[in-house]
């Protein structure tokens, strides 16, 4: 039986995956149905793809569910909020790259209750984020005492971040590489929602929300978005460095971000999966 896959969230990377799977690039799989609260968008997206006709759109992201096997979303922390509960109420699964939106601790538990209660799975994909791994093994049986994660962007790629328009942050103006943001990941999350969903993604591996420490960084000489793990605990001390390039259709998002959501798909239909 073929995966159905729902894309909740037609931007750059719900495109993106729609591409990959029409192409044949995540085996046994086909697109259910796609949903954006901007039907033309979807209309587009899906008149571009070979393979999928206009039939695909659905009038509302609720219809995904019985459509598809699995729903990624890559919409927003606002539709995490509204719909995430109601999708896996019915048993659909839910993959969900607006980590970012489970600072929110009422709504992070009331999620994993849900998804036990109706057999369903609520995953996160590692997004632009490599050596979680390593974070989850090391939490294991409390040895991670601290994680300390650093990102540094290009100007462009933080524009109209909420912490950056409040705080009247002018990235024009910015010359040298400039700390604009230092706080925990639950903090961060809702500051930087286009932005920092890797913070939370590290933070769900390893010491949780309000323990792991976020620095941000604008840096005009950076053309990549460079993110940069330290951790240390009774497994040891270790530090990781990942330069990612921006995606070509959105500097805010990483390219590997679009890449990991194909990987996660692929990984629920092949036989040899690798890593934890």
């Keep these: 039986m073929r995966q159905r896959i729902g894309i909740f969230g037609c931007g750059t990377i719900g495109r993106e995956v729609m591409t990959a799977v029409a192409s044949g690039a995540v085996p046994d799989s086909k697109i259910g149905g796609v949903y954006d609260r901007n039907p033309e968008r979807v209309d587009r997206a899906l008149a571009a793809t070979d393979g999928l006709d206009a039939g695909l759109r659905c009038g509302d992201p609720l219809a995904l569910s019985a459509e598809c096997d699995v729903v990624l ?3 927003g922390h606002s539709a995490v909020a509204e719909f995430a509960v109601q999708l896996l109420e019915t048993g659909t699964d839910l993959l969900v790259l607006s980590v970012g939106a489970l600072a929110d601790t009422d709504l992070h538990d009331e999620i994993i209750e849900t998804a036990r209660a109706n057999d369903a799975r609520f995953e996160v994909p590692s997004g632009a984020l490599a050596g979680v791994d390593a974070i ?3 939490a294991v049986n409390g040895e991670l005492d601290e994680v ?18 409040q705080s009247e942050i002018d990235l024009d103006t910015v010359t040298e590489k400039r700390l604009v943001f230092e706080g925990s990941a ?3 999350a809702p500051a930087f929602p286009a932005n920092i969903n890797v913070a939370m993604a590290l933070s769900l591996a390893g010491l949780g929300a309000a323990e792991t420490v976020v620095k941000i960084y604008a840096d005009p000489d950076e053309r990549d978005n460079v993110h940069v793990i330290e951790a ?6 270790m530090e990781m460095t990942f330069h990612t390039v921006p995606h070509p259709d959105n500097p805010k998002t990483s390219y590997i971000a679009a890449l990991s959501a194909i990987a996660s798909l692929k990984r629920r239909t092949e036989p040899l999966v690798v890593g934890t």
């Design 232 to 237: 240390d605990g009774g497994a040891g001390s």
């Design 186 to 188: 639950r903090e961060a």
């Design 148 to 165: 300390v994660f650093t990102t540094v962007k290009p100007p462009e790629g933080l524009a109209g971040a909420p912490h950056v328009e």
């Design 136 to 138: 989850k093994g090391a």
């Design 73 to 75: 979303e890559c919409a």
